[in-house]
């Protein structure tokens, strides 16, 4: 019998139970809570979960703990994130609060490509403890499964170093090849056809996906869709940062080459979302990140009264959003996306499981990996009513403790 933690008399526990995942439209409701509830893991895995009525298990090899006060969900999946870099922006931060504005200062070679030469003056071991601590700062937001992107080395070793940090971390590693073209490339084609031969077949070893910047500024369309058909060859899933600042085709081309999903979205229209709405790939929404630019905020209310399926991320990275925090960006969902608490929290829970090919998380059920966070509040809405606020009071991964206050 593998060891067993009991969190028992919660307040409530809060889950998605969709129909089916990823959820789309009134689906993304279906969160079901259990008032005066418990939580019971066996080893990793959650042996069952119910009001404290039906609970039957208390002799033997049971940790007990107190949850009086506190609400069970699952364990957050940020499906899109940047944490593998070095230096900061905090100067570029001062200039943008000065009215600067982020391509004005990408295109004068700051942005992206400052952070790609910081990252490449740190060496392997420097890379992995910045990526070890930023992993360290979603656990604390109640983050328990993410993705980490590369993308701020752009060249073969800093890359593949990336790659390997963000597993070693405990993190789905995404190779970002084409994330901007670096300096001792002279242009975005000449770049990509270097990438795909020298560092694709190793990155592919290491990755779960890949992504691209599809933007003006960086790379289109048909660049795009010459290095993911590539990367989906060498058989990585496929991801697109696209309708950021402008529509440049990615929604289309996302569709036609069956990526897992297509993120940003600020710029989309009425026709983007119509599309995506018919298709199977997940558009994730960043709200923190447009906040942080002052950008507009995506479709996302029409998206879902589409029916399109969507999840939420933090899109952490030192340049456009910087913050770990999940919980920060539930409440951007509801105030600024006009979301409701229980699409915010399929779309950070399930929907960003499906996301990263993961359907062993997300949900709190029997047989499911048993992480869950305990929220210090009465209600599991506080996740999002709590703007800014202290709301993880303990973070269970794999069923132990990895965060306790
Ligand atoms: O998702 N848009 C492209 N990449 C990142 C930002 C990268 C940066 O500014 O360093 C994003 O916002
Ligand atoms: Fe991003």
């Given at each position: 019998?593998?060891?067993r933690?009991?969190?028992?008399?919660?307040a409530?526990?809060?889950?998605?139970?969709?129909?089916?995942?990823?959820?789309r439209?009134?689906?993304l409701?279906?969160?079901?809570?259990?008032?005066?509830?418990?939580?019971?893991?066996?080893?990793?895995?959650?042996?069952?979960?119910?009001?404290?009525?039906?609970?039957?298990?208390?002799?033997?090899?049971v940790?007990?703990?107190?949850?009086?006060?506190?609400?069970?969900?699952?364990?957050?999946?940020?499906?899109?994130?940047?944490?593998?870099?070095?230096?900061d922006?905090?100067?570029?931060?001062?200039?943008?609060?000065?009215?600067?504005?982020?391509?004005?200062?990408?295109?004068?070679?700051g942005?992206?490509?400052?952070?790609?030469?910081?990252?490449?003056?740190?060496?392997?071991?420097?890379?992995?403890?910045?990526?070890?601590?930023?992993?360290?700062?979603?656990?604390?937001?109640?983050?328990?499964?993410?993705?980490?992107?590369?993308?701020?080395?752009?060249?073969?070793?800093?890359?593949?170093?990336?790659?390997?940090?963000?597993?070693?971390?405990?993190?789905?590693?995404?190779?970002?090849?084409?994330?901007?073209?670096?300096p001792?490339?002279?242009?975005?084609?000449?770049?990509?056809?270097?990438?795909?031969?020298?560092?694709?077949?190793?990155?592919?070893?290491?990755?779960?996906?890949?992504?691209?910047f599809?933007?003006r500024?960086?790379?289109?369309?048909?660049?795009?869709?010459?290095?993911?058909?590539?990367c989906?060859?060498?058989?990585?899933?496929?991801?697109?940062?696209?309708?950021?600042f402008?529509?440049?085709?990615?929604?289309p081309?996302?569709?036609?080459?069956?990526?897992?999903?297509?993120d940003?979205?600020?710029?989309?229209?009425?026709?983007?979302?119509?599309?995506?709405?018919?298709?199977?790939?997940v558009?994730?929404?960043?709200?923190?990140?447009?906040?942080?630019?002052d950008?507009?905020?995506?479709?996302?209310?029409?998206?879902?009264?589409?029916?399109?399926?969507?999840?939420?991320?933090?899109?952490?990275?030192?340049?456009?959003s910087?913050?770990?925090?999940?919980?920060?960006?539930?409440?951007?969902a509801?105030?600024?996306?006009?979301?409701a608490?229980?699409?915010?929290?399929?779309?950070?829970?399930?929907?960003?499981?499906?996301?990263?090919?993961?359907?062993?998380?997300?949900?709190?059920?029997?047989?499911?990996?048993?992480?869950f966070?305990?929220?210090?509040?009465?209600?599991?809405r506080y996740?999002?009513?709590?703007?800014?606020?202290?709301?993880?009071?303990?973070?269970?991964?794999?069923?132990?403790?990895a965060?306790r206050?």
């Amino acid at each position: 019998m593998p060891a067993r933690l009991l969190v028992r008399d919660l307040a409530q526990v809060a889950t998605p139970v969709p129909g089916a995942v990823p959820a789309r439209g009134r689906d993304l409701h279906t969160v079901e809570v259990i008032e005066d509830a418990y939580v019971l893991c066996a080893g990793a895995t959650i042996e069952s979960v119910g009001p404290m009525r039906e609970l039957t298990v208390t002799a033997g090899d049971v940790e007990e703990v107190d949850g009086r006060g506190l609400c069970a969900i699952p364990g957050l999946v940020d499906c899109h994130t940047h944490p593998a870099f070095g230096g900061d922006r905090v100067e570029e931060f001062s200039l943008r609060a000065g009215g600067a504005t982020y391509e004005e200062l990408h295109a004068a070679g700051g942005g992206i490509l400052s952070t790609v030469a910081a990252t490449r003056r740190l060496d392997e071991a420097g890379l992995a403890a910045r990526v070890e601590r930023h992993a360290g700062w979603m656990q604390a937001n109640g983050t328990t499964t993410w993705e980490g992107k590369s993308g701020y080395g752009l060249d073969r070793d800093t890359e593949l170093a990336s790659l390997r940090a963000v597993r070693a971390a405990g993190g789905s590693p995404t190779w970002l090849g084409a994330h901007a073209v670096p300096p001792e490339h002279p242009d975005a084609d000449g770049y990509l056809d270097w990438a795909i031969a020298d560092v694709l077949p190793a990155a592919a070893g290491l990755a779960d996906a890949a992504d691209v910047f599809l933007e003006r500024g960086a790379f289109d369309a048909a660049q795009a869709r010459r290095y993911l058909e590539a990367c989906r060859a060498a058989g990585l899933a496929l991801r697109l940062h696209g309708d950021q600042f402008t529509e440049s085709g990615a929604i289309p081309l996302a569709i036609e080459l069956g990526a897992r999903s297509v993120d940003h979205l600020e710029a989309t229209g009425p026709d983007g979302v119509a599309a995506l709405a018919r298709s199977d790939v997940v558009g994730v929404l960043l709200p923190a990140s447009a906040l942080f630019l002052d950008r507009p905020q995506p479709p996302a209310r029409s998206l879902v009264d589409a029916g399109a399926a969507i999840a939420l991320a933090t899109d952490f990275n030192p340049g456009s959003s910087f913050t770990t925090s999940l919980p920060l960006v539930c409440s951007l969902a509801c105030t600024q996306l006009h979301l409701a608490p229980a699409e915010a929290l399929s779309a950070v829970t399930v929907n960003a499981a499906h996301v990263l090919g993961r359907s062993n998380c997300g949900r709190l059920a029997p047989g499911l990996s048993a992480d869950f966070v305990l929220l210090d509040a009465p209600d599991w809405r506080y996740l999002a009513y709590h703007l800014g606020g202290d709301v993880v009071a303990g973070v269970i991964r794999g069923g132990r403790f990895a965060v306790r206050r």
